[in-house]
């Protein structure tokens, strides 16, 4: 199988690009966030409700995006059930991540070793200590549920059960939709819940939010560019 061959977060010129992105996001943070939080998405798409929701039943932020994708929920899927850090990567901007620490690598190709998902799975945007995820729910070809997990203890503490007095969590839900015309409508959905945190982690949240956007962004994109170059390649004829 020919990989990928296009922007895939690793360029100077990309990384340069995406820098001056995460620039701007902050700068523009009390103007743009509503639309950094509803890009590419419909009105109806924002308010549907969808699998996980009922994990943060009153979110303090809530974000949908969305992005059409030519090809098929199950030629998407692959991509996205092997995201993660020591897995395909976040197909984002790589050296910005790596400049943090994260050691990130993107994929430019499905990886066979990758592509079995079991619930409680983890998830990670970094190496040990950094931020991870665990696989809360997944229905393949569908849609695949993550929520944060505290980074020293790697444990799940939803807002819907007994928490500690100071919270501070998220629930990301990747959801594909196939298209009348043979393509899919991918969202993607976080909640984010905190309580009893200070005003200063408050400010920190909304500006991580903005870049947040950025690096998301780049990641759906990395999604649709990849799915959609496999497609035009043969490589995929339904999983």
Not at 70 to 77: D, F, G, I, K
Not at 191 to 203: A, E, L
Request: glycine share 10%.
């Amino acid at each position: 199988m020919a990989e990928f061959q296009g922007a895939d977060g690793t360029g100077l010129l990309e990384n340069l690009f995406g820098a001056t992105a995460v620039g701007a996001a902050l700068i523009s943070t009390p103007l743009m966030r509503g639309w950094f939080g509803r890009w590419g998405a419909t009105a109806e798409e924002s308010r549907r409700p969808l699998p996980g929701d009922e994990l943060t039943p009153s979110p303090q932020f809530q974000y949908t995006r969305a992005i059409t994708i030519r090809a098929r929920p199950e030629q998407v899927y692959p991509w996205i059930v092997q995201w993660g850090q020591e897995r395909g990567g976040l197909y984002s901007y790589e050296k910005l991540e790596n400049l943090i620490g994260c050691e990130i690598h993107n994929s430019n190709r499905i990886l066979p070793e990758h592509q079995t998902l079991k619930v409680g799975d983890t998830v990670r945007l970094g190496k040990k200590g950094y931020p991870l995820f665990k696989v809360m729910a997944f229905e393949p070809n569908r849609y695949v549920l993550i929520a944060s997990a505290d980074p020293k203890t790697e444990q799940v503490t939803l807002p819907n059960a007994p928490f500690p007095e100071k919270y501070d969590g998220e629930v990301m839900l990747f959801y594909l939709e196939a298209t009348p015309d043979g393509g899919t409508r991918f969202l993607l959905r976080g909640r984010h819940v905190y309580r009893g945190i200070s005003r200063m982690m408050k400010v920190m949240w909304y500006l991580i939010d903005s870049v947040g956007f950025v690096m998301m962004y780049k990641s759906m994109r990395g999604i649709k560019a990849r799915a959609e170059f496999a497609v035009k390649m043969g490589h995929q004829k339904g999983v």
